[in-house]
């Protein structure tokens, strides 16, 4: 079938309106040659379509070829007037205003009539360029044609001035209007000129107040976005005061504020980010995750004790309002716990997680500075390690923050190590860059590296601040390098620099003036005292000198010495800490994919750090692993040894989570969180509901044998703490259930009670002890002997007569006459009693006429002694 004319119409301008200019240009010319002339409204459509591409040339041959077309094929000898207007509008519309004013002329030369329509065209296109002199000339052009410009033509001209950001000239060609008897409430645009002078003017406010004020003095209703702009104007002026005040004014003339108004109020008028959200609540209108981000952040950014507090209670209404938080909300939650220092980072890190939310690099720069104020420089590269290898985009400011963790930890290589890698990743050092690495080799005493850094700025074509000299000023003095000392102080002279506290001068100067000092450069120590002065800081040896030795002689509290164990073992953990993730990086830039074992070392150096990594660690299971790989019992048992204490019940929430997530929970993963809760029992740190805990822990046990392991550490952790009550009750819900109690668990419990004082207890937990294989009485009351008596962290029984460590002689004492009582009410039978275990006992206890006094009842009972 051949198509049709209407055919092609629908399909070129279907493809016109789409943008794809290639396929509707080649279109029309398969039309043309297939006999078909295209009509005006296709030439139209092809048109606009190049016009709004860019292409101006191709849309100059399409009009040449349509006249063409026009004259030759058709014969024509005078081209419509629409055609011309066609021309002329779209060229105008887009820009080419010569090209347009050059179809107006020729349209006269073609004999047509140029009306208003035609010249307000020509002002349309300047309005459209910002053209203020082009839009004057073309409507002086039209008076001189004798051509009546219109309110449209007024209009035209006066939104041109208004965007291009010339409010007097707006007023006055309105004024012109006016004259021309065209000025009404319905003939000018007062909204889109206001909104237009407050838009594109440095100092817009009062202008565009000028014109709202004109519009309802004509009674000419306003919608509410014409006031948003003078507000917004205000606002922008740093003239809060007289934005308030129109929002007064707007809903005296009976426009209401809707939303839009109310979320710019809270964007830019952020000393009031609250009040205008509770403002917009009574109001009637919804709040929304946007609305409360912006009181959230509002919050978040400024100083004071009460921040974290008020963003907390916010975020707390916005859940009661039914409002879901998203990524914004706990990236301003976390930024705001770290500018507080307070711990609850890790608490909001958690629950963007547990939200299904992913972290952006806003948030990891936030964990960043976290790690960076605990002064842990390791952490700060973990998080940078974690963003290249999720491959989020990493800007300049993360890398700078890596720079000054190291460089304030005195490790200037790593320091370096991270330049090299912003380097790598493409990013542009600035001057925070460099004034890290220069402090870092100062303070490391490196004089001309720092100076080499120094020169790396320059070449840079970036301006040193007052740190970066401070810093070589201090390092050369304390080098005693006189004149470099001086070199470096004239050009803090020289570039007259501002801002700095009166700490960051003295810490410069002093060092600098010691320095002149000892080398008895005593105008040197006069001029900078004197420059000093000037600068309005005071700063003298003495004064410097007398105020420390007060500080010294001052009587001090005496500090409490940090285990030394303590001390190795974070430097330990620091050491080994921050290879696997590179490891991880290098293996997925070789292709190849990593294996379990590969994720769980990352997952060891988070259990192993110092400080807690937990949320991290969870967070890099949920995003990083579990997308990758199948979880193994070794990589839970790495995140739950992430907690520290005080973490008990997280521990719990977590095992929940992997029940939830469909993973199985062992053995090892309980015992690790039920040795957590005990200790923060033990150390009062909170967990009151202990019970209701072990209670959640065990409802995620399926298994008899796990549940069995799980009551098992409950009753030895529960007695070891002198809860024999509570562990008994415990015993007895095991018992309840079926499972049998361990038979170390029974000897511990012995002992708890024997300890306690409770004997009858004692006795019946050795007799529970029976079931063993090969039990014996002889056997039992030697194992309760030795759990008894055994040395603190050998194994029970064990026998070592030459260590230095002695067991408690009155435990052991008691322990020889609770079996001495047993033996003489007949309890026990004599070749039952334990003779060699009491004995073993009161040798550790280094009792040897204990030891003698047992061995002769041992002779007496049961004859010769063994050897033992």
């Not at 008895?520 to 600068?535: C, F, I, N, V």
Request: proline content about 3%; charged content about 30%.
């Amino acid at each position: 079938l051949k198509p049709t004319k209407s055919a092609y119409g629908f399909l070129i301008r279907s493809l016109a309106q789409d943008k794809n200019v290639g396929a509707a240009v080649s279109w029309m010319d398969r039309m043309v040659e297939e006999g078909i002339d295209p009509d005006l409204e296709i030439y139209e459509a092809v048109l606009e379509a190049v016009a709004k591409s860019g292409r101006q040339e191709m849309r100059r041959d399409i009009e040449q070829s349509w006249i063409k077309s026009l004259k030759k094929d058709k014969g024509i000898k005078r081209v419509s007037k629409e055609v011309f207007k066609t021309i002329i509008r779209v060229a105008a519309r887009y820009g080419d205003l010569s090209a347009a004013a050059e179809w107006l002329k020729k349209m006269k030369e073609a004999g047509h009539q140029c009306g208003v329509n035609e010249y307000n065209y020509l002002l349309k296109g300047s309005e459209y360029m910002k053209d203020p002199d082009t839009a004057q000339k073309f409507f002086n052009r039209m008076e001189k044609a004798d051509v009546k410009p219109d309110a449209e033509s007024y209009n035209l001209v006066i939104k041109t001035m208004a965007k291009a950001g010339k409010p007097k000239l707006s007023e006055k060609w309105a004024n012109k209007m006016e004259e021309a008897g065209l000025l009404t409430s319905k003939t000018l645009q007062f909204d889109l000129v206001a909104k237009s002078i407050a838009r594109n003017s440095d100092i817009a406010a009062d202008d565009a107040a000028k014109w709202v004020k004109r519009a309802v003095e004509l009674q000419k209703p306003l919608s509410a976005s014409s006031y948003r702009a003078v507000m917004r104007a205000y606002l922008d002026e740093n003239n809060a005061s007289s934005a308030r005040q129109w929002f007064e004014w707007m809903e005296q003339n009976g426009t209401v504020a809707d939303y839009e108004t109310y979320l710019m109020l809270m964007r830019y008028d952020d000393r009031q980010t609250a009040f205008w959200h509770s403002k917009m609540e009574e109001a009637g209108i919804a709040p929304t995750t946007e609305s409360f981000n912006l009181v959230i952040r509002s919050f978040s950014e400024v100083k004071g004790n009460q921040r974290m507090q008020k963003a907390e209670e916010w975020y707390e209404r916005m859940l009661s309002a039914g409002v879901t938080p998203d990524q914004e909300t706990y990236a301003q939650l976390i930024a705001a716990s770290v500018k507080s220092r307070d711990d609850s980072t890790d608490k909001w890190f958690s629950k963007m997680m547990d939200s299904g939310l992913s972290p952006d690099s806003s948030v990891y720069k936030s964990l960043m500075m976290r790690s960076l104020i605990d002064r842990d420089p390791i952490g700060v590269r973990q998080i940078l390690d974690w963003m290249v290898l999720k491959g989020i985009s990493i800007h300049r400011g993360s890398y700078n923050i890596a720079i000054r963790a190291f460089a304030e930890a005195n490790e200037p290589e790593k320091a370096e190590e991270i330049y090299q890698r912003l380097l790598v990743a493409g990013r542009y050092p600035d001057e925070r860059t460099f004034s890290f690495l220069i402090e870092a080799r100062a303070q490391q005493g490196s004089m001309e590296k720092a100076r080499a850094w120094l020169n790396e700025m320059l070449k840079a074509k970036l301006r040193p601040g007052f740190r970066s000299y401070a810093a070589l000023v201090k390092g050369f003095a304390l080098k005693g390098d006189v004149e470099r000392t001086k070199e470096f102080l004239q050009e803090v002279q020289l570039r007259k620099f501002h801002g700095m506290r009166r700490k960051s001068w003295t810490e410069m100067m002093l060092p600098a003036l010691q320095c002149f000092e000892k080398a008895g450069e005593d105008e040197e120590m006069a001029k900078w005292m004197d420059y000093s002065l000037q600068r309005g800081f005071e700063v003298s040896l003495e004064a410097e000198e007398a105020e420390a030795e007060g500080a010294s002689t001052e009587k001090e509290e005496p500090k409490p010495k940090k285990r030394r164990s303590k001390v190795n073992a974070e430097a330990k953990a620091a050491k080994a800490t921050g290879d696997a993730l590179a490891d991880l990086e290098a293996l997925k830039a070789a292709g190849e994919m990593p294996d379990i074992r590969d994720f769980n070392k990352v997952m060891t150096e988070f259990a192993s750090s110092p400080r807690s990594r937990f949320s991290m660690a969870k967070a890099f299971v949920e995003t990083t692993i579990i997308p990758a790989v199948k979880p193994n019992e070794n990589t839970f048992n790495q995140l739950l040894r992430c907690n520290r204490r005080g973490d008990g019940k997280r521990g719990v929430f977590t095992i929940e989570w992997m029940k939830e997530k469909g993973f199985e929970v062992k053995r090892s993963h309980t015992a690790i969180v039920v040795r957590q809760l005990f200790q923060d029992f033990v150390g009062e740190t909170g967990v009151t509901n202990m019970d209701s805990l072990l209670e959640r822990l065990l409802a995620c046990l399926e298994k008899k044998r796990d549940r069995s392991d799980l009551y098992d550490s409950i009753i030895r952790q529960t007695a070891e703490v002198g809860l024999l009550k509570e562990a008994e009750d415990w015993a007895k819900r095991a018992a309840d259930e079926g499972l049998w109690i361990p038979v170390k668990t029974c000897y511990r419990m012995a002992k708890a009670n024997f300890k306690d004082g409770d004997e009858v207890s004692s006795l019946r937990w050795v007799d529970a002890a029976r079931r063993e294989k090969g039990s014996t009485p002889l056997i039992r009351f030697g194992r309760f002997v030795d759990v008894v008596t055994a040395l603190r962290g050998s194994s029970e029984g064990e026998y070592s007569p030459t260590t230095s460590e002695r067991v408690d002689v009155g435990l052991v004492d008691r322990t020889a006459s609770f079996m001495t009582r047993l033996c003489s009410d007949s309890t026990v039978a004599k070749e039952d009693v334990p003779y060699l275990k009491i004995m073993q006992a009161y040798s550790r206890a280094k009792r040897p006429q204990g030891a003698a006094d047992w061995h002769e009842k041992m002779a007496a009972s049961i004859g010769t002694p063994p050897v033992e």
